[in-house]
């Protein structure tokens, strides 16, 4: 078989600052080996373990074609180069994984199919075009780290055009250290891109970002069934301990499935902190009951800071929640609305430990008793929200409970059944500055008053 040379360039679309070149060698076919010449029978009876660890070793780009039947394997294949595959063969993990519970101190997933630890080429390593099943009987819960791709302390890796399926963990783990059978190197992947993956029934996480930086998550069909930990999940493993990284993460294009999980998607911030994270241009269709949320950030054991969630269309109970005694910083929600027409159980957030904040242009119905499109509590500093469409059918379009200090409305079409803003400050907390303007009321309350009277708001200002 014969390959073109291609170059793929990865370009960040939110500051990222690099631009990173993949390019594939020109000598691919003559350097690559085939699997079969290492014995593998892809006969769906034949355990092709050693075959593909064979051909692996020789650190050579590897084909796999498809025979009609699996090729099955028994423990994790460690890849040091390329692999693809040719008319999208099947790689099966041994129905072992589901009698399998973790030994104690136990973490470098014995029944993932592939694991890439410590890559630093400048050349990537790709995975493509196959079907990686790992077997999982979706009742063992024995271990959370058999993952259908498990990349450890690596830097540019593609994994594209894959179905990965049914993994006793995650179905792509991108983590930060080793296990002590290789040498650590660092404490972060790098350059990871994530793209046109079907990736679905995982135990845990479809994509699960435990330490990285420059990582894309593009594109991708997710599919998610049970309700234990969201489909994607930025979260750090080690909550104390510093070197760990959640830095320049683009979610995006992603169509997302995710029904009975509390988030879709999740950061949580880290010790050394969250650093600019984009969220756009997703369809995530989530959790409809009361608490259900499409995003999350939560910065309880680190800052979350420079997060832009944008464009996307969320069927969830609200779209994004905003909460963590670390704080968040410089949080833009902006343009997103439900998958639905009429829908009318959609709310836009829920916020808390919150400074700086811009809230615009996103579209929001909701029509359940004591539900506003957006509700602002404890300790949030600095907040626009402008030029948003926002209906409560049972209360108040925006309300805003204890300490909140600078706060910008205006521009915003508002329907409201109650006063379309309700302030409700508890014990000695106090709202400060708080200015509108030019906003729209429509419906019961046009020509009516836009905001409750209350005695802890502090310089307020009605235009």
């Known amino acids: 078989m014969k390959f073109r040379n291609f170059i793929f ?13 993949y390019s594939q060698n020109k000598n691919v076919a003559k350097e690559s080996v085939n699997i079969k010449d290492f014995g593998a029978k892809g006969d769906g009876i034949t355990d092709d373990t050693q075959a593909f660890q064979k051909a692996a070793d020789t650190r050579k780009p590897i084909l796999v074609q498809n025979t009609g039947k699996q090729y099955l394997i028994s423990e994790r294949i460690r890849l040091y180069n390329s692999i693809t595959g040719i008319g999208n063969p099947v790689i099966k993990m041994t129905g072992k994984v589901n009698e399998f519970v973790k030994p104690k101190n136990y973490k470098y997933g014995k029944y993932s199919i592939f694991h890439v630890g410590n890559y630093q080429s400048n050349l990537p390593l790709i995975i493509e075009g196959l079907t990686l099943d790992g077997s999982w009987n979706s009742k063992n819960k024995g ?14 890796v593609i994994v594209r055009n894959n179905i990965i399926k049914n993994t006793l963990g995650d179905a792509i783990l991108v983590y930060w250290f080793n296990s002590s059978y290789e040498e650590h190197v660092k404490n972060y992947c790098e350059n990871i891109l ?30 998610k069934y049970n309700d234990f930990v969201p489909s994607i999940d930025l979260e750090m493993d080690v909550w104390d301990k510093d070197g760990q990284l959640m830095k320049n993460i683009n979610v995006t294009e ?15 911030g880290v010790r050394n902190g969250v650093d600019n994270i984009t969220i756009n241009k997703n369809i995530i269709v989530g959790n409809e009951e009361n608490g259900g949320y499409g995003i999350n950030l939560e910065a309880s054991y680190g800052p979350i800071k420079n997060v832009i969630v944008s464009d996307n269309h969320i069927d969830s109970d609200t779209f994004v929640r905003v909460s963590g005694t670390e704080k968040n910083y410089n949080i833009v929600i902006a343009a997103n609305q439900t998958n639905t027409k009429g ?13 700086g904040m811009k809230i615009y242009d996103n579209i929001s119905t909701v029509s359940q008793i ?13 907040v626009q929200i402008n030029s948003n469409s926002l209906k409560s059918l049972k209360w108040s379009s925006l309300y805003f409970v204890e300490d909140i200090t600078n706060l910008s409305v205006f521009n915003n079409t508002l329907e409201s059944e109650d006063i379309p803003v309700t302030f409700e400050s508890k ?37």
């Not at 780290?145 to 498990?150: K, L, S």
């Open 254 to 268: 992603n169509n997302i499935s995710s029904l009975k999980t509390k988030y879709a998607i999740s950061v949580l």
């Open 370 to 382: 004591y539900y506003s499109n957006i509700i602002l509590g404890q300790d949030v500093k600095d």
């Open 194 to 223: 994530i793209e046109k993956n079907v990736l679905i029934n995982p135990y845990r996480c479809n994509v699960a970002v435990i330490s990285g930086k420059d990582i894309t998550i593009k594109n991708n069909k997710i599919e």
């Open 9 to 21: 360039i990865v370009i960040s679309i939110f500051g990222f600052s690099n631009i990173c070149l």
């Open 427 to 463: 014990i000695d907390n106090a709202v400060k500055n708080a200015s509108f303007s030019s906003n729209h009321v429509i419906g019961k309350h046009k020509n009516k008053n836009l905001v409750t009277t209350n005695k802890k708001i502090i310089n307020l200002k009605v235009e």
């Open 143 to 156: 271990s959370e780290f058999e993952a259908g791709i498990y990349i450890a302390s690596s830097k540019n």
């Open 343 to 355: 829908n009318n159980n959609r709310a836009v957030l829920h916020g808390n430990y919150i400074e």
